[in-house]
């Protein structure tokens, strides 16, 4: 057990890999035993020849997630927190606690289908120069969840991964553009510049030595954030079409309630802020960054006037859960 998390610039203090272990999972929890048993249950089903070690930061859980964890996977590393850290921070308790050369930061909301690790680990077994890696997200129907993308353009504002327009005109350039995973018809590997953090697996000293992510953002656009400073390093970003996640988006706790819809709506906005500013290295008074802020605040407060006409559908980026 950990007592709580330590300063992130610790992250490099790690200790040395152990090969006993091929993959570390991360999955921070919180009051979510419905997914998170599923979940659990599909790494033990699916793990194949990879020697896998699981952590599970759970923030203070009140419901049966822990006893439900040492359940469906017998020898889980289990770090119960006392208060809820967050996402982001208690993702890098768990990170510093890895001993495998990788690890999968894990939403707890998704399902690992079979050959899904053995594919990316073997991947990266190969590719040195490859510092990322995922495989192809799903929706619970089988599509691709647009998840593996460039860094997004003015344009996405309108048309991004979940809006009504994108919805509406599937096919239009900018969409096209950002969501490369929804053009790629083949399993061949391919790079992209921002992975999901729901499903993204990271060079474990890598990761270290970034002091894992970064822990101004809440909980969305930190992925892309740090996948930037993943390709700063030299490193590659890259989509393993072959190994496939489903993710039930919003089940794992973060829009649960209207109140955690309308929460997350104002923190999807201010990340957004965050990984542009951070990932183009602007200053708060750049023109580039004041013109973000006055666009996101904008569509921020639109997103929120959906949400109030409608509190049952509306999501943090403008979709349906």
């Not at 439900?68 to 850290?85: H, K, M, S, T, Y």
């Not at 001993?99 to 594919?119: H, R, V």
Request: net charge positive; charged share 20%.
């Amino acid at each position: 057990m950990m007592p709580g998390p330590e300063n992130a610039a610790q992250l490099n203090e790690q200790q040395t890999v152990d090969r006993q272990f091929d993959l570390s999972i991360v999955i921070v929890n919180m009051n979510s035993v419905e997914v998170l048993a599923p979940c659990l249950a599909s790494i033990r089903q699916n793990r194949g020849s990879v020697r896998v070690q699981v952590i599970l930061v759970d923030n203070g859980s009140r419901d049966e997630s822990l006893a439900a964890a040492e359940r469906e996977f017998p020898g889980i590393d289990v770090l119960p927190q006392a208060r809820n850290l967050g996402y982001v921070p208690a993702n890098n308790v768990g990170l510093r606690m890895a001993l495998a050369p990788y690890t999968m930061f894990l939403n707890n909301d998704t399902l690992i289908l079979p050959g899904c690790l053995e594919a990316i680990v073997e991947w990266l077994d190969k590719n040195p120069k490859a510092g990322a890696a995922s495989g192809q997200i799903l929706n619970s129907d089988g599509t691709d969840q647009g998840t593996a993308r460039r860094f997004p353009s003015v344009a996405n504002g309108l048309f991004g991964r979940r809006s009504l327009l994108t919805r509406w005109f599937p096919n239009n350039r900018w969409s096209r553009n950002y969501m490369l995973g929804r053009q790629t018809s083949t399993e061949r590997p391919f790079e992209v510049e921002i992975l999901s953090s729901a499903c993204m697996v990271v060079r474990t000293e890598l990761a270290c030595e970034l002091h894992g992510m970064d822990e101004d953002f809440q909980l969305y656009w930190v992925d892309a954030e740090m996948c930037s400073r993943i390709a700063r390093r030299g490193f590659g970003v890259w989509c393993i079409p072959s190994a496939k996640i489903v993710h039930y988006e919003g089940q794992g706790g973060s829009t649960k309630t209207f109140r955690q819809r309308l929460r997350s709506t104002v923190a999807f906005h201010r990340d957004a802020y965050h990984a542009y500013t951070k990932v183009y290295k602007l200053s708060t008074w750049h023109p580039r960054a004041l013109a973000a802020a006055v666009l996101l605040e904008t569509r921020c407060a639109v997103l929120m006037t959906l949400q109030l006409l409608r509190p049952s559908r509306a999501t943090s980026s403008g979709g349906k859960n």
